[in-house]
């Protein structure tokens, strides 16, 4: 068992409790909110960020959040 005083930040992502958990919670976001997510015009990595922030909110909470980024992104379009 590994015990929190041994795990420093470095590798703190290699353990695979870590991975197998995180694996876990990206499943929780439905076909509509991936959809979404798959549409907006950014790239992976921000993509990843995002899911990040979207995993540990509900669905409905997801949802708003999704939408205030394609206004925010349309209005950044508009101003280029």
Known sequence: MIKVND??????EEIDIVKKYFSRIFTVLNS??????????VSEEKKK???????????EKQNEYLDELYIIWN?????I
Do not use: P, S
């Open 49 to 59: 960020i995002i899911l990040e922030e979207l995993a540990f909110l509900n669905e």
């Open 75 to 79: 209005k950044i379009v508009e101003n």
């Open 32 to 41: 509509k909110i991936r959809e979404k997510l798959k549409d907006l015009n």
């Open 7 to 12: 795990i420093n930040e470095k590798n703190f």
